[in-house]
Nanobody, 119 residues
Framework: QVQLVESGGGLVQPGGSLRLSCAASGTIFSIYAMGWYRQAPGKQRELVAAITSGGSTNYADSVKGRSTISRDNAKNTVYLQMNSLKPEDTAVYYC?????????????WGQGTQVTVSS
């Protein structure tokens, strides 16, 4: 069974940093784009950052300059380093990956990890 497992969320003070990780496991033949989304209470889920298999990246304007997405293809893992965190970054962060698995090309979601920025 293919799954994405996130880790690294938690409570951090404004101005602090967090590093989120997301590891894909199971029978995976190839991973295309990987990304991080977030959803705050009462708001729609939004893209935070994404990275292609070749390493091209894009970021939401709200996190540009404060966050870095990276991936380790050998470990099927994507990371999100977030710095200078603000209270408005508080949300559940979801990992997403476009993968070739036994059923074919499928888009997968992780279960989410809570990030709370508060003093």
């Amino acid at each position: 069974q293919v799954q994405l497992v996130e880790s690294g969320g938690g409570l951090v003070q404004p101005g602090g940093s967090l590093r989120l990780s997301c590891a894909a496991s199971g029978t995976i033949f190839s991973i295309y784009a990987m990304g991080w989304y977030r959803q705050a209470p009462g708001k729609q889920r939004e893209l935070v950052a994404a990275i292609t298999s070749g390493g091209s990246t894009n970021y939401a304007d709200s996190v540009k300059g404060r966050s870095t997405i990276s991936r380790d293809n050998a470990k099927n893992t994507v990371y999100l380093q977030m710095n200078s965190l603000k209270p408005e970054d508080t949300a559940v962060y979801y990992c997403n990956a476009d993968m070739i698995t036994l059923p074919g090309r499928v888009n997968y979601w992780g279960q989410g990890t809570q990030v709370t920025v508060s003093s």
